[in-house]
């Protein structure tokens, strides 16, 4: 089943996103917003999570029907580096979630992903939902590798939400075209790329943003 993409609609993502496509914004300043933000999108990509049904006991002495979520059963899998800047977001609502890193490079000459890092557990029937993390959906191939090492464990792609802070139609289509179940949440898509496959007009490289020192407004 072919999935449409989810689109964050809400104020405060708008203003985290002004943030981060600032060229003035510090390493620091962009570490928070990218924060608030991954916290925001946490509560839209876990929306359709499957809950626990119980009864507790108010203080009034009354029962009442709760839902909870099982949080160990869900994965978090960020890919290096720049999806680290949504884990702790996602942690501070899903602190019993697991985490599992994936590592891809991008062949800046020919826009190759390859992978050099896949720490995502063999257990499939451990986890009820993955949540791929990486703020940035350009040509979709890092997203589609990542997705190619989740499910080459025995993960259904439909099992997969796809978690950005900005992507473009050019990686969307590619993830729905290879991967039509997965399910792809974003705060913005922004109009494309330009000549070097970086996002347009973006916020400038996430990764390098999140952890070198300065002002890097160069961007992916």
């Given at each position: 089943?072919?999935?449409?993409?989810?689109?964050?609609?809400?104020?405060l993502a708008?203003?985290?996103?002004?943030?981060?496509?600032?060229?003035?914004?510090?390493s620091?300043?962009?570490?928070?917003?990218l924060?608030r933000?991954g916290?925001?999108?946490?509560?839209?990509?876990?929306?359709?999570?499957n809950?626990?049904r119980?009864?507790?006991?108010?203080?009034?002495?009354?029962?009442?029907?709760?839902?909870?979520v099982?949080?160990?059963?869900?994965?978090?899998?960020?890919?290096?580096?720049?999806g680290l800047g949504?884990?702790?977001?996602?942690l501070?609502?899903?602190?019993?979630?697991?985490?599992?890193?994936?590592?891809?490079?991008?062949?800046?000459?020919?826009l190759?992903?390859?992978?050099?890092?896949d720490a995502?557990?063999?257990?499939p029937d451990?986890?009820d939902?993955?949540?791929?993390?990486?703020?940035?959906l350009?040509?979709?191939?890092?997203?589609?590798?990542a997705l190619?090492?989740?499910?080459?464990?025995?993960y259904?792609?439909?099992q997969?939400?796809?978690?950005?802070a900005?992507?473009v139609?050019?990686?969307?289509?590619r993830v729905r075209?290879?991967?039509?179940?997965?399910?792809?949440?974003?705060?913005?898509v922004?109009p494309?790329l330009n000549?070097?496959?970086f996002?347009?007009?973006?916020?400038?490289?996430a990764?390098?943003r999140?952890?070198q020192a300065?002002?890097?407004v160069?961007?992916?």
């Open positions: 089943m072919l999935r449409e993409p989810v689109i964050l609609r809400h104020p708008e203003s985290c996103l002004r943030v981060l496509r600032s060229r003035e914004t510090k620091s300043e962009f570490r928070r917003a924060f933000l916290v925001l999108l946490a509560v839209k990509a876990a929306e359709g999570l809950v626990v119980e009864t507790v006991i108010t203080p009034l002495g009354v029962r009442a029907l709760s839902c909870s099982v949080e160990e059963r869900l994965l978090l899998v960020p890919i290096l580096r720049a949504f884990v702790e977001a996602f501070t609502l899903l602190p019993g979630a697991g985490v599992a890193h994936i590592g891809i490079a991008r062949d800046e000459d020919t190759k992903a390859r992978s050099y890092l995502v557990p063999a257990a451990d986890f939902h993955v949540f791929l993390l990486d703020p940035m350009a040509t979709g191939n890092s997203s589609v590798l190619e090492m989740i499910t080459a464990k025995g259904r792609e439909e997969v939400t796809l978690v950005c900005l992507a139609e050019q990686g969307i289509n075209k290879e991967f039509p179940g997965t399910q792809i949440v974003a705060a913005s922004d494309g000549e070097r496959a996002i347009v007009p973006g916020l400038g490289d990764g390098d999140l952890f300065g002002n890097n160069s961007g992916k």
